[in-house]
C-alpha cells in the first residue's frame, strides 16, 4: 500500500467514513495496477484530482521516468481520455504530441494505452500501460490492451459498488 498516497491526507479530513471509502478504494487500485503489470511493462493509476492528475500506483517505470502530478490540460491525449471517457492508444515516438509527458513516451513497435475509470458519469482515474519493456516488437495491438480494458471496468464496477454501499449505510443510519 501506499503510505504516503497523495489524497490520503485531505480526505482524513472528510471524516472517517470517507477516508474508509478511499482507502476500499486503494485496495482496488492496487489489485488492479498489479492484474496489469503481470500483462505489461509499465503501468500507472493517475488519480483525478480537480483539474490535476495526481500518480498514484506505478509499476516499472525506471529512476526519473516515474510520472508525477501534471494538469489535466498537459497532455490533448489525456484530456481527451478524461473529457469522452474512452480508452485513447498512445502514439509513437515519431509522430507523437509536443506536449506527451515523458512517461509516455512509446518506441514504434510497442503499444501504450490509457484507459478512464469512471465512477457513476465522472473519470475519477486513467490507467497508463505501455508493453515498452518487452522484447517482442508489434504492428498491431496486443491482445494485453483488450484484457486491460476490461480489467479498468471491473475495477471501476467495483469502485462504484463500494461507493453505493458506503451511500447506502449512511441514508440508513
Known amino acids: 500500500m501506499s503510505p504516503a498516497s497523495p489524497l490520503t491526507g485531505r480526505l482524513r479530513l472528510g471524516g472517517a467514513g470517507l477516508f474508509v471509502r478511499w482507502k476500499r478504494w486503494e485496495l482496488v487500485l492496487e489489485a488492479l495496477a498489479e492484474g496489469v503489470s503481470a500483462e505489461t511493462s509499465r503501468v500507472t493509476i493517475l488519480?483525478?484530482?480537480?483539474?490535476?492528475?495526481?500518480?498514484?500506483?506505478?509499476?516499472?517505470?525506471?529512476?526519473?521516468q516515474q510520472p508525477h502530478d501534471m494538469s489535466i490540460q498537459a497532455s490533448g491525449l489525456l484530456t481527451a481520455t478524461i473529457a469522452l471517457g474512452q480508452t485513447s492508444f498512445v502514439k509513437p515516438l515519431i509522430v507523437r504530441e509536443i506536449n506527451t509527458p515523458s512517461f509516455m513516451h512509446v518506441p514504434v513497435g510497442h503499444t501504450g494505452?490509457?484507459?478512464?475509470?469512471?465512477?457513476?458519469?465522472?473519470?475519477?482515474?486513467?490507467?497508463?500501460?505501455d508493453d515498452v519493456g518487452r522484447t517482442e516488437v508489434r504492428e498491431d495491438a496486443p491482445a494485453w490492451a483488450d484484457e486491460v480494458d476490461l480489467l479498468v471496468r471491473h475495477a471501476a464496477v467495483r469502485l462504484e459498488n463500494i461507493t453505493s454501499h458506503r451511500t447506502n449505510e449512511v441514508l440508513g443510519s
Open 113 to 129: 494505452l490509457v484507459v478512464p475509470m469512471a465512477v457513476g458519469d465522472e473519470v475519477v482515474a486513467v490507467l497508463y500501460a
Open 47 to 64: 488519480v483525478v484530482d480537480g483539474d490535476h492528475l495526481r500518480p498514484l500506483i506505478s509499476h516499472g517505470f525506471a529512476h526519473g
